[in-house]
């Protein structure tokens, strides 16, 4: 392939996923979303899942500021995902009032992902990053991964890997403050 028809396919391959990186309008769901507080980029409907770049998640997790947040990195096909959302969906149902639970769902389908979160019952919402450009990042290639913000938005804990019940509770302890 010549110089010019290479630099030709790479502007339109990045002309294809530029738009898939900022804000979905089109993203749709049908779960509301139980939040513990309200924010403009906050998804109201759980399996919504809008599309969000690194720079809205960053916007996000200010406008969060004021109340503690979970974030979990996380996928449809992710084996150690499928077993720890329960833990997260029973924590959510306790303390999800106080506490905003936020997925991030990266490297995968859409379509995928709504099945799962019907399936396991997630009233929290999820972010869609299909390309993980959040969770490179902060170095995650691959889920899942939590992360514990206190109410002024620092980072207090990140888990790596599955989560486990006793350390998901003692960093909901080391945030709810």
Not at 82 to 96: I, M, N, Q, T, Y
Not at 116 to 121: K, L, M, N
């Amino acid at each position: 392939m010549t110089a010019p028809r290479l630099l030709l396919l790479v502007t339109v391959a990045a002309s294809l996923i530029a738009p898939a990186c900022s804000g979905d309008a089109a993203a749709t769901g049908t779960v509301p979303a139980q939040n513990a507080t309200t924010a403009p980029s906050l998804p109201t409907v759980a399996d919504a899942l809008p599309n969000m770049d690194l720079s809205g998640f960053h916007t996000l997790l200010g406008e969060l500021k004021g109340t503690p947040v979970v974030v979990n990195y996380w996928a449809a096909w992710c084996t150690p995902c499928k077993d720890e959302v329960p833990l997260f969906v029973s924590a959510h149902e306790r303390v999800g009032s106080r506490i905003q639970f936020l997925g991030v769902d990266m490297q995968d389908l859409r379509s995928g992902a709504q099945s799962f979160i019907h399936a396991h019952g997630m009233t929290y919402p999820s972010v869609f990053d299909p390309p993980n450009v959040i969770g490179v990042s902060y170095g995650l290639f691959s889920p899942p991964m939590t992360q514990f913000y206190d109410a002024q938005g620092d980072l207090v804990s990140t888990v790596r890997g599955e989560i486990s019940r006793e350390a998901l509770q003692s960093n909901l302890d080391a945030i709810s403050g």
